[in-house]
C-alpha cells in the first residue's frame, strides 16, 4: 500500500504543473523564512488566490511548498544574523550564531539543511503510513467523536502557546465566536452580518489571516525601529561540516526526527515547541554539554530536524481528520476549502490525486530545498539586508491584493485593515494571533458536530461521550486540563520543601 | 508606607515631595496593570455585545438546538474567560514591569510623546491605509496603490523619492500583469485608469 503511494505519488508530482509549483513554493517559501516579518501562514494566505488558477492539486502542492520551506530559510538567518525568520528557528540562534561567530557557519548551515531533508523524509514516510491508517479508523467518528477532538484541539493548543493559557483561550473563544459570521451551517440562518452583503460568506478568513500576520506585523516593525542587520560572511568553501561534526550531528537528527514527529501530532505551533523540545533533550543527553550555547552542532542538528519533522506531523490530523491544530495548517485547510476540497477521512478515498500529489511534493520538495539551499545559502541570506522600507509597501500591497482576490469586494480589505490594527493591539498585551484564526478554522466544525450529536440524541446531552472512545478522549481532555495546575502544584511543593530544608 | 515612616519635619517641601513621588510610583506601577485591566474589560464588553445580539437567534430545544446556541456557549465562555483575566490583572501586581514603566514615564506633554515616540508611525500608516480605502473607489485600485506604496515606504524610512517611486511603479506594473492580466481579477477603476 505504503509503496504503491510512493510511487503514484511521485508521478503526480513529476507533472511540469506540479513540478513548478512545487519549485516556486519552495522557493517562496525559502525567501518567507529568511525575512523576518512575514510568516508561513501570511504568505501563504496571500498566495491562495494565485493558486486557484492552477487547480487544486498544484495549488496546494504550492502551499505545501511554501509551509516546508519557510522551515528552511528560518535557519538560515537564525545562524547568519541572529535573526531567526520564524519563531521555529528561534532556538537555533543560540548555537547556530555562536558557531557561525567560529567561522563555521557553513557547517551550520549544512547540518541544518541536511537534518531537515533527513527529518522532513522521515516525516513524509511516517505520514505516508499513518495518515491513511487514522483517516479510515476516522471513517468510523461520528459528531460526537469531532466535537470531543475539537475541544480537545482547543484544550491542547491553549496549554501550548504564548505566555498565557487564558489569553490563548480568550482568542480562541473569539475566533470561534467570529467563525459564527455569516449563514449558520444546519439552519442555514444568517448570523452577525449586520445586513452587509459580503458578510453574508462568513468573515474572509483571507483577510483576517494577512491582516493579523501581515498587516499587523509591518505596524509592529514601524513601531520597532531597528538598525540595519549585520551579516557574517559564508565561503562556499566552508560549506562542508567535518566528519566530527557529521559524527556528532547523526544522533541528534535522527532523535529529532522522531520527537519533531511526534511533537507535530500534537495540536499547537508544534514546530517551535518541536524545536525548543529537541534543545532541551540533546542538552541533556550530550556529552559536550558545556558547550551548549557557545556552538554545538548538535544544537543545530536537533532543533532543525525537530522543526521541520514536526511541520510533516501536523499534516497528519489535517489531511486524514480534516482538523488544522496549527496557524499554518488552518491557513493550509482554508486554501483546501476554497479550491472546492474538504480536507478528512474521505479525501484519501474521493480525491486520491490531491492527497498523494501533496504527500508526494513533500518528497520532492525536500529534496528540491536541499539542493536550493546549500549552494544559494549566501544569496538567500542577502536578502535579509533588504530594508524594511522596501520590503515593507510591498507585504502591504500584496497582503490588500490577497483580501481583494478572495471575493472582488473591497469589504474584505477593510476586514483585513480591522484585523491588522486589531492585531497590533493584540501583541502589545501579549494576546497571540494564533489560536484565533485555529478557533475560526475548528468553529463550524465544532458548531455542526456538536447540534448533530444533540440532534441523534434527542436532545440527550450523554450522547456527547456515549462511545468508549469519545469516553476516553473525553479523558484526555480532562487530563489535559488538570495537568498543568498539577504540575505547577509539585513544582510550587518542591520549591517549598527545598527552601525549607536549606533553612 | 513612606508617608507613614516619615516623621512630621518642619520642612513641608519634603513632605510635599515625598507625597507626591510616593503618588507618582503609585501610578506608575499601575500604569501597565491599568492597561492590562482595561483590555480585558474591553474583551468582556465585546463579549457582553455579542452574547446581546446574540439573543436575536433562536435557541430552539435540546433536541434541535437552534443557531443561537454555539454563539451563546462560546460567547459566555469568552466573558467569564476575560473576567477571570480580569480578577489575575487586579490581583497580580507586576513589579518587572512596573519598574520598566518607572523609567520612561514622565509627566509632561513632551515626555509622554517621547516616550510613545514608536506608537506615531504605526498611527499614520493606519491613517494612510484609510485614506487610500477610501481612494480606491474614486481614483481607482492602481493609482491609489501607487501613491500608497511610495508613502508607506516613505513613512517607513525612506530618505530619498527615487527609491520608493521605482519601487512603487514597480509594483505596480507587476501586479497590473499578473493579477489583472493572467489571473483576470477585476480592480476597481477610478477617474483616470
Redesign the interface.
Known amino acids: 500500500m505504503a509503496g504503491h503511494g510512493i510511487i503514484s505519488s511521485l508521478l503526480i508530482t513529476i507533472q511540469p504543473v506540479n513540478f513548478f509549483a512545487c519549485f516556486v513554493g519552495a522557493v517562496i517559501g525559502t525567501l518567507v523564512g529568511v525575512l523576518p516579518g512575514l510568516g508561513p501562514a501570511a504568505a501563504m494566505a496571500l498566495v491562495i488566490p494565485l493558486t486557484l488558477k492552477l487547480g487544486p492539486t498544484a495549488g496546494l502542492i504550492m502551499l505545501a511548498g511554501i509551509y516546508y520551506g519557510s522551515m528552511y530559510g528560518g535557519s538560515t538567518t537564525s545562524i547568519l544574523v541572529n535573526v531567526p525568520g520564524e519563531p521555529a528557528s528561534v532556538v537555533t540562534t543560540l548555537d547556530g550564531y555562536a558557531m557561525a561567530r567560529k567561522g563555521r557557519a557553513g557547517a551550520a548551515l549544512a547540518i541544518a539543511a541536511i537534518g531537515s531533508f533527513i527529518a522532513g523524509t522521515f516525516s513524509v514516510i511516517a505520514l505516508q503510513f499513518f495518515a491513511p491508517l487514522l483517516a479510515r479508523s476516522a471513517l468510523a467518528f461520528g459528531p460526537a467523536e469531532y466535537f470531543v477532538l475539537t475541544v480537545l484541539g482547543v484544550i491542547l493548543l491553549s496549554n501550548l502557546t504564548g505566555k498565557s493559557r487564558v489569553k490563548s483561550l480568550i482568542m480562541m473563544m473569539t475566533g470561534l465566536m467570529l467563525s459564527a459570521v455569516g449563514i449558520d451551517p444546519i439552519g442555514g440562518l444568517e448570523r452577525f452580518s449586520f445586513g452587509f452583503e459580503s458578510a453574508q460568506g462568513g468573515v474572509s478568513f483571507i483577510a483576517l489571516t494577512t491582516g493579523l500576520f501581515g498587516v499587523a506585523e509591518v505596524l509592529s516593525i514601524m513601531a520597532e525601529r531597528k538598525g540595519p542587520v549585520e551579516l557574517l560572511p559564508v565561503k562556499f568553501r566552508e560549506l562542508y561540516p567535518n566528519r566530527e561534526e557529521m559524527k556528532r550531528s547523526a544522533a541528534p537528527i535522527a532523535r529529532g526526527s522522531v520527537l519533531g514527529f511526534l511533537i507535530g501530532l500534537l495540536p499547537g505551533p508544534a514546530a517551535t515547541v518541536a524545536a525548543f523540545a529537541s534543545y532541551g533533550l540533546e542538552r541533556r543527553v550530550s556529552k559536550h554539554r558545556d558547550e551548549f550555547g557557545k556552538g554545538a552542532i548538535e544544537g543545530v542538528a536537533g532543533p532543525e530536524s525537530a522543526n521541520n519533522a514536526a511541520a510533516g506531523g501536523a499534516m497528519i490530523p489535517l489531511l486524514s481528520l480534516g482538523l488544522p491544530f496549527t496557524p499554518s495548517t488552518a491557513v493550509l485547510l482554508g486554501g483546501m476549502l476554497l479550491h472546492g476540497i474538504t480536507p478528512g477521512p474521505l479525501l484519501l478515498r474521493d480525491r486520491p490525486d490531491v492527497f498523494w500529489g501533496v504527500v508526494g511534493s513533500f518528497y520532492l520538495g525536500n529534496m528540491m530545498l536541499l539542493i536550493l539551499n546549500l549552494p544559494l545559502v549566501g544569496i538567500f541570506a542577502k536578502i535579509v539586508r533588504v530594508a524594511p522600507k522596501y520590503l515593507m509597501p510591498i507585504v502591504l500591497v500584496l497582503c490588500v491584493i490577497g483580501a481583494y482576490g478572495d471575493n472582488g469586494n473591497l469589504f474584505d480589505v477593510w476586514v483585513m485593515l480591522g484585523a491588522g490594527i486589531a492585531g497590533y493591539v493584540m501583541r502589545k498585551y501579549n494576546y497571540e494571533p494564533a489560536p484565533l484564526v485555529v478557533g475560526l478554522v475548528l468553529g463550524p466544525v465544532m458548531e455542526r458536530s456538536l447540534r448533530q450529536t444533540l440532534i441523534i440524541s434527542r436532545g440527550n446531552i450523554s450522547g456527547l461521550w456515549d462511545s468508549p472512545l469519545c469516553l476516553i478522549m473525553w479523558s484526555i481532555v480532562l487530563l489535559a486540563c488538570i495537568l498543568p495546575f498539577m504540575m505547577r502544584y509539585l513544582r510550587s511543593r518542591v520549591e517549598a520543601r527545598s527552601k525549607k530544608s536549606r533553612v | 508606607m513612606r508617608i507613614r515612616g516619615s516623621p512630621l519635619s518642619s520642612w513641608r517641601g519634603a513632605q510635599i515631595y515625598n507625597v507626591l513621588s510616593i503618588c507618582k510610583e503609585f501610578s506608575e506601577k499601575n500604569l501597565t496593570i491599568r492597561?492590562?485591566i482595561a483590555?480585558s474589560l474591553v474583551?468582556i464588553l465585546?463579549g457582553v455585545v455579542?452574547l446581546l445580539?446574540d439573543l436575536k437567534?433562536p435557541l430552539d430545544?435540546?433536541?434541535?438546538?437552534?443557531?443561537g446556541?454555539?454563539?451563546l456557549m462560546?460567547?459566555a465562555?469568552?466573558v467569564i474567560?476575560?473576567a477571570?483575566?480580569l480578577t489575575?490583572d487586579v490581583r497580580k501586581p507586576k513589579p518587572e514591569e512596573a519598574k520598566e514603566s518607572h523609567e520612561r514615564t514622565g509627566s509632561s506633554i513632551r515626555e509622554f510623546l517621547q516616550r510613545n515616540k514608536?506608537?506615531v508611525?504605526?498611527i499614520l500608516?493606519?491613517g494612510v491605509?484609510?485614506v487610500y480605502?477610501l481612494m480606491?473607489?474614486w481614483v481607482g485600485?492602481f493609482i491609489s496603490?501607487f501613491l500608497?506604496?511610495?508613502i508607506?515606504?516613505k513613512?517607513?524610512?525612506?530618505r530619498d523619492w527615487g527609491?520608493?517611486i521605482a519601487?512603487?511603479a514597480g509594483?505596480s506594473l507587476f501586479?497590473y500583469f499578473?493579477?489583472e492580466v493572467?489571473?483576470k481579477?477585476?480592480?476597481?477603476r477610478g477617474v483616470l485608469f
Not at chain 2, 481579477?185 to 476597481?188: A, E, G, T, Y
Request: charged residues 10%.
Open positions: 492597561k492590562e483590555s474583551l465585546f455579542f445580539y437567534y430545544q435540546w433536541a434541535n438546538p437552534g443557531p446556541v454555539f454563539p462560546v460567547g465562555l469568552l474567560l476575560a477571570w483575566q489575575q514608536g506608537e508611525k504605526p500608516m493606519m491605509f484609510i480605502l480606491v473607489k485600485f496603490n500608497f506604496a511610495i508607506s515606504s513613512l517607513i524610512g525612506a527609491g520608493p519601487l512603487s509594483v501586479c499578473l493579477f493572467w489571473l481579477l477585476s480592480f476597481p
